[in-house]
């Protein structure tokens, strides 16, 4: 068997990084594409390996030499690669095509060596490597019949995306027969140059055999093995990510911030959704509406505060509307001034915004860093303090203050004077459900120092929209605010959201009861991996202690290199430095299985 490597484009769309290199000169995580690629086909049984080359072929050539670990290496020159697309770098090799089996092989792809275990194993003599169709791949794709046989290869113009759960796109790795090679695919490579010309591509060559009656050839789906083709320097990044070195692939994702998206494969167990919501009706009105929300703009703050408002029933002067709680939670902490009374562990983005020197910390003298309200008025009070945080459920503990108890805690903070933010981002998964929030009129305006926060992504399981409220009766905070933020801080399809979401507000109550049933579930499965401890939550995610076994590091980075599995390692958390924790979110009940039985395997 040999190998033929089509490396003759100039990968224009790398723009600098191809300046004085060809595509697999670019380096992954440190290592060139060529290097990876000849060191994985070293390793097979080899006649030689052809390397079709063309801009800044001579410096390839140079590089990699006439030999790899006693491989020959022969080269092909394309001197018109400016000029031409790949079917011609491959019709330079169309005598060598017909005198071995051949792997032929994309130069700007990486791919885990499995993936060549995989086509080399297969018995049939002649297949297409595919994979599912996802959203981050561009090229040929192809549809699939019975036994695998390719029914069409559909062009760029007749690409439908309601039919694209049906497409695979080809993985740009072939193996041919010898013979195969020589009554199929080269006289036909021969007959398409010379009816269509060489600005072409050779899969179009394959999309003509596979109308024959016999075309010899199959397709053969991956099932999971890691491929990347890099075409920009956003798939180099994301290449980065997938084939990072075990010791750095846990870093490499959690830099992203999520994205995940371009990841089909990996379950983020770190970001906290709702599972059970929007309903599959709401998510359809709002894709019948795409086109408008996608080419008009939307509203300014005044309108959307005034959605926003009718979203929780509350008075437009109270509320401001965020790009996500994140942007409210900038702003505030900028305005506050004095000191701040921070519970740890908690949602950093908080205390982070804060002078270090501003921070009045108390930490909970238990296992399960629980406390009550009478807990933080004992400490706090003797304390000099401008501003008391409340996450409620607390992030990551998720210990939960009952609404009884927080209306003590405003009734104590106003006595004192004491501004009291309430983060009240997950209340909806308590057991009490959404019948505890402070996002009343009546609360707001008894307690004119109360601030309340919401993140509309995590209860509501739209995080892509990126959606936050800000309310209190302080009107002169609230205006504050609104002035540091953008008066187009929120798109056109959030605005659309607000606008429709008490429709389907039946829809959420009833999400958010299933999702109480299930974290109760989750719990006792949870709690049977003999090496966790389960903290007990109020909230959409699970504060585990690791007591055994692993340190919560090493458990995070084997779940994501074996399974796929992304959760939060809390180790680098305050208040941690005592024992190993991990966060998991509560997802629906296949995911949260999936993990068990993950975890029980390890």
Same mark, same amino acid.
């Not at 300046?19 to 995580?29: F, G, L």
């Not at 990876?36 to 070293?42: D, G, T, V, Y």
């Not at 270090?356 to 004992?378: E, Q, R, T, W």
């Given at each position: 068997?040999?190998?033929?490597?089509?490396?003759?484009?100039?990968?224009?769309?790398?723009?600098?990084?191809?300046?004085?290199?060809?595509?697999?000169?670019?380096?992954?995580?440190?290592?060139?594409?060529?290097?990876?690629?000849?060191?994985?086909?070293?390793?097979?049984?080899?006649?030689?390996?052809?390397?079709?080359?063309?801009?800044?072929?001579?410096?390839?050539?140079?590089?990699?030499?006439?030999?790899?670990?006693?491989?020959?290496?022969?080269?092909?020159?394309?001197?018109? !690669?400016? %000029? /031409?697309? +790949? #079917? =011609?770098?491959? $019709?330079?090799?169309?005598?060598?095509?017909?005198?071995?089996?051949? @792997?032929?092989?994309?130069?700007?792809?990486?791919?885990?060596?499995?993936?060549?275990?995989?086509?080399?194993?297969?018995?049939?003599?002649?297949?297409?490597?595919?994979?599912?169709?996802?959203?981050?791949?561009?090229?040929?794709?192809?549809?699939?019949?019975?036994?695998?046989?390719?029914?069409?290869?559909?062009?760029?113009?007749?690409?439908?995306?309601?039919?694209?759960?049906? !497409?695979? %796109? /080809?993985? +740009? #790795? =072939?193996?041919? $027969?010898?013979?195969?090679?020589?009554?199929?695919?080269?006289?036909? @490579?021969?007959?398409?140059?010379?009816?269509?010309?060489?600005?072409?591509?050779?899969?179009?060559?394959?999309?003509?055999?596979?109308?024959?009656?016999?075309?010899?050839?199959?397709?053969?789906?991956?099932?999971?093995?890691?491929?990347?083709?890099?075409?920009?320097?956003?798939?180099?990044?994301?290449?980065?990510?997938?084939?990072?070195?075990?010791?750095?692939?846990?870093?490499?994702?959690? %830099?992203?911030?999520?994205? =995940?998206?371009?990841?089909?494969?990996?379950?983020?167990?770190?970001?906290?959704?709702?599972?059970?919501?929007?309903?599959?009706?709401?998510?359809?009105?709002?894709?019948?509406?795409?086109?408008?929300?996608?080419?008009?703009?939307?509203?300014?703050?005044?309108?959307?505060?005034?959605?926003?408002?009718?979203?929780?029933?509350?008075?437009?002067?109270?509320?401001?509307?965020?790009?996500?709680?994140?942007?409210?939670?900038?702003?505030?902490?900028?305005?506050?001034?004095?000191?701040?009374?921070?519970?740890?562990?908690?949602?950093?983005?908080?205390?982070?915004?804060?002078?270090?020197?501003?921070?009045?910390?108390?930490?909970?003298?238990?296992?399960?860093?629980?406390?009550?309200?009478?807990?933080?008025?004992?400490?706090?009070?003797?304390?000099?303090?401008?501003?008391?945080?409340?996450?409620?459920?607390?992030?990551?503990?998720?210990?939960?203050?009952?609404?009884?108890?927080?209306?003590?805690?405003c009734e104590w903070t106003k006595m004192k004077n004491i501004?009291?933010?309430?983060?009240?981002?997950?209340?909806?998964?308590?057991?009490?459900?959404?019948?505890?929030?402070?996002?009343?009129?009546?609360?707001?305006?008894?307690?004119?120092?109360?601030?309340?926060?919401?993140?509309?992504?995590?209860?509501?399981?739209?995080?892509?929209?990126?959606?936050?409220?800000?309310?209190?009766?302080?009107?002169?905070?609230?205006?504050?605010?609104?002035?540091?933020?953008?008066?187009?801080?929120?798109?056109?399809?959030?605005?659309?959201?607000?606008?429709?979401?008490?429709?389907?507000?039946?829809?959420?109550?009833?999400?958010?009861?299933?999702?109480?049933?299930?974290?109760?579930?989750?719990?006792?499965?949870?709690?049977?991996?003999?090496?966790?401890?389960?903290?007990?939550?109020?909230?959409?995610?699970?504060?585990?202690?690791?007591?055994?076994?692993?340190?919560?590091s090493e458990l995070t980075s084997l779940l994501l290199s074996?399974?796929?599995?992304?959760?939060?390692?809390?180790?680098?958390?305050?208040?941690?430095?005592?024992?190993?924790?991990?966060?998991?979110?509560?997802?629906?009940?296949?995911?949260?299985?999936?993990?068990?039985?993950?975890?029980?395997?390890?």
């Amino acid at each position: 068997m040999q190998v033929v490597i089509l490396a003759a484009g100039m990968g224009k769309r790398l723009d600098n990084l191809t300046r004085n290199n060809t595509k697999c000169m670019i380096r992954v995580n440190g290592i060139t594409l060529i290097d990876r690629a000849l060191s994985q086909f070293s390793k097979m049984k080899l006649n030689r390996i052809i390397l079709v080359i063309g801009y800044k072929g001579k410096e390839l050539k140079e590089y990699v030499g006439d030999s790899y670990n006693g491989i020959p290496i022969h080269y092909i020159y394309n001197p018109i !690669y400016d %000029k /031409t697309n +790949n #079917i =011609y770098s491959l $019709s330079l090799a169309k005598k060598e095509l017909q005198e071995d089996d051949t @792997l032929l092989v994309e130069s700007d792809l990486i791919f885990e060596d499995a993936v060549l275990d995989k086509i080399l194993s297969d018995p049939y003599p002649n297949i297409a490597l595919v994979a599912k169709y996802e959203s981050w791949m561009d090229g040929t794709v192809v549809t699939l019949g019975s036994d695998n046989i390719i029914l069409n290869f559909i062009t760029k113009k007749a690409f439908n995306f309601d039919h694209k759960d049906s !497409y695979y %796109k /080809t993985v +740009n #790795i =072939y193996k041919f $027969s010898k013979e195969f090679s020589k009554t199929h695919y080269v006289p036909f @490579l021969d007959a398409y140059i010379n009816a269509l010309g060489c600005n072409e591509y050779y899969e179009q060559v394959l999309r003509v055999i596979a109308l024959l009656d016999k075309p010899d050839l199959k397709a053969l789906p991956l099932s999971g093995e890691k491929w990347y083709e890099i075409d920009d320097i956003q798939d180099l990044d994301n290449a980065e990510s997938i084939f990072a070195d075990e010791d750095k692939k846990l870093k490499a994702f959690q %830099k992203r911030y999520g994205g =995940y998206w371009r990841f089909p494969s990996l379950l983020d167990f770190c970001y906290l959704v709702n599972p059970y919501f929007p309903s599959e009706k709401m998510k359809k009105e709002m894709k019948a509406n795409f086109d408008i929300l996608l080419t008009e703009y939307p509203s300014g703050m005044q309108v959307n505060a005034l959605l926003m408002a009718k979203y929780f029933g509350l008075i437009p002067d109270y509320v401001c509307v965020g790009n996500g709680a994140a942007e409210l939670i900038k702003s505030l902490m900028s305005l506050l001034t004095g000191n701040l009374g921070v519970i740890y562990p908690t949602f950093e983005e908080y205390p982070n915004r804060c002078e270090k020197h501003n921070i009045v910390s108390y930490f909970p003298s238990n296992a399960d860093f629980s406390y009550s309200v009478d807990d933080l008025i004992g400490f706090y009070d003797d304390k000099d303090l401008s501003t008391l945080l409340v996450i409620n459920p607390d992030n990551p503990s998720g210990n939960y203050i009952s609404h009884t108890d927080i209306l003590k805690l405003c009734e104590w903070t106003k006595m004192k004077n004491i501004r009291l933010i309430i983060d009240e981002s997950f209340v909806d998964f308590s057991d009490f459900s959404y019948e505890d929030t402070l996002l009343l009129n009546s609360t707001l305006e008894k307690y004119p120092l109360l601030v309340v926060v919401k993140s509309i992504s995590k209860s509501y399981g739209v995080p892509g929209l990126r959606l936050g409220v800000l309310a209190s009766s302080d009107r002169n905070l609230i205006q504050d605010i609104r002035k540091d933020v953008s008066i187009w801080n929120i798109n056109s399809f959030a605005e659309f959201y607000m606008q429709i979401f008490n429709k389907y507000e039946v829809d959420y109550k009833l999400g958010c009861e299933r999702f109480i049933k299930e974290r109760k579930r989750f719990f006792k499965s949870l709690s049977s991996i003999s090496y966790l401890r389960v903290i007990p939550s109020q909230a959409n995610y699970f504060l585990c202690e690791v007591i055994e076994k692993y340190s919560s590091s090493e458990l995070t980075s084997l779940l994501l290199s074996k399974y796929n599995i992304l959760i939060k390692d809390c180790g680098t958390k305050k208040a941690f430095s005592e024992g190993e924790y991990i966060r998991v979110a509560i997802r629906s009940t296949e995911d949260n299985n999936y993990l068990v039985h993950a975890l029980k395997s390890l």
